[in-house]
């Protein structure tokens, strides 16, 4: 356990190692350092009050964080801070826009209760996703990375883009998919399907909630994704049986993956963000961070801060 921050903490002699991409130090008014930019104990303890306010840590007992608390906030801490100065070595400006659209993401998640945070929690969390969405956007993500991401499938794209063919019993499914097997066009058939008008025109999905025809795949029944995960493009799945609500009705469906030139516009935000992740190791594949040794050392080859050996 690590008692809670302050800035009466004895001086520690400083000290600095360096190894396998490694570094610790020790200096009593510094918790880290990135590039020059550092993070103080004082707003190191908002931090992690903040954080554990919002869920995102666990709480401090009787006054002291746990070492896995202490050491998450520094690595969000190391991984933001070496984004925003990382985009900008490559031209890449978190603007404005960006910021304010984060403050109103962050504002509607009530689980967070943003405006009550303190100040520098709250420019922290902005800061953060509004450094990861700027990547997202960022031509540090091409276009034809995110077509050659949707092409290779759900385990690269996590995202659906689809056309649906609903039927009441297993029967009429099997009959509609040998159909298409034979070559039928599945947007007819679709609507020769669509008798209560409960899908689109073509059977093409739309999100509820975005209108987008393209959601992620994480967002739907697991089972869809199951039946689209090894089905290219374009070729539609076996019909999939889903149980109702009352757990004795069914409904069949045939679904099928729409091709990128339909919908190149509503995937490319979603493939984006499925490539995020990656696209930040890449970028950050040289941080070189700092991190004081009471509280543990930064390692670049995990991006994580680990515990002082």
Known sequence: MIRRLSVTLAVVALTSTIASGCSTFS?????????????SIDDFEALNNGLAKAGVIEPATNGEYSSNAVRSTLTR???????????AKQGVTIDDAAKASAKSVLQANTAVQFDALDSTTQDFLIDELAGQSTLVASPLITDAEAEAAYTAGLTES???????????????????YQQLLDGGDFASIA?????????????????????????????LNAQVGQALA?????????????????????????FMQRPWAEVADAATPLVRQALGP?????????????????????DAATLTVLPTR
């Not at 200096?27 to 993070?39: I, M, P, Q, R, S």
């Not at 996590?158 to 509609?176: H, K, Y």
């Not at 669509?194 to 967002?219: I, M, P, Q, R, Y």
């Open 77 to 87: 801490w190391v991984l933001a801070t070496s984004l925003r100065l990382d985009l």
């Open 27 to 39: 200096k009593n008014g510094e918790a880290a350092k990135v590039d020059g930019t550092a993070l």
């Open 278 to 298: 990656a696209a930040r190791k890449k970028l950050l594949a040289d941080a070189r961070a700092t991190v004081d040794s009471r509280y543990g050392m930064w």
């Open 191 to 219: 609507d020769a399907n669509n008798t209560d008008g409960s899908l689109g025109k073509g059977g093409v999905f739309t999100d509820a909630t975005t209108k987008s025809e393209c959601v992620s795949a994480a967002s």
């Open 158 to 176: 996590n995202t659906l883009c689809l056309r649906v063919i609903g039927f009441p019993d297993s029967s009429t499914a099997n009959a509609a």
């Open 230 to 254: 090894k089905t290219d493009l374009g070729v539609p799945a076996a019909p999939q049986a889903f149980t109702g609500s009352d757990g004795t009705t069914q409904q069949f469906f045939i």
